[in-house]
């Protein structure tokens, strides 16, 4: 079954911790996104990559780190320097960088304590 | 970079009325609209899109318009249902772009009243 997972759904951290959330796609897609959504602020884009190897800063990617050493995975580390981790993380993949359809998964609820 | 403003930020329905969903963007090399839509507590889902190319076009009760000249394109959604509500995100993408080469509107929030 083709699809986009991420993992945890849930996670709760303290403060000063860093945390990795994964992201994994089997849709064989170049291209791989992390976004961040909070309430009224639609989703706003942290790091992109459109190849293996390859990956580039979004809008807001002070504190979170990425990388992209296969096709089918992309994972977000949200560093102890970011400010106020607690949100809602979105992955999504793409056949290519800004063609067609972006492919969602569930997402993941940080929680900072 | 691009620039895309959604309006309004919420919208309250009847069942069965009408409901549209405005947006504009900034850069005219933008040539690809899709909407999403995100039901609570889940992800969020293209429902349809719209080329450059194309003016209009309609997916059962939703339709998509694009006007060029004026940078913006709606969403139109008829006979709503409840079903329907869910929050909606337009974006426009210019498929030659790096990492603003897709850029979306903050959301519109539609609640469909029973």
Known sequence: ?113 | GENVEQHPSTLSVQEGDSAVIKCTYSDSASNYFPWYKQELGKRPQLIIDIRSNVGEKKDQRIAVTLNKTAKHFSLHITETQPEDSAVYFCAAVYSGGGADGLTFGKGTHLIIQP
């Open chain 1, 1 to 113: 079954d083709g699809g986009i997972t991420q993992s945890p759904k849930y996670l709760f951290r303290k403060e000063g911790q860093n945390v990795t959330l994964s992201c994994e796609q089997n849709l064989n897609h170049d291209a791989m996104y992390w976004y961040r959504q909070d309430p009224g602020q639609g989703l706003r884009l942290i790091y992109y990559s459109q190849i293996v190897n390859d990956f580039q800063k979004g809008d807001i990617a002070e504190g979170y780190s990425v990388s992209r050493e296969k096709k089918e995975s992309f994972p977000l580390t949200v560093t102890s320097a970011q400010k106020n981790p607690t949100a809602f993380y979105l992955c999504a993949s793409q056949t290519a960088a800004n063609t067609g359809e972006l492919f969602f998964g569930e997402g993941s609820r940080l929680t900072v304590l």
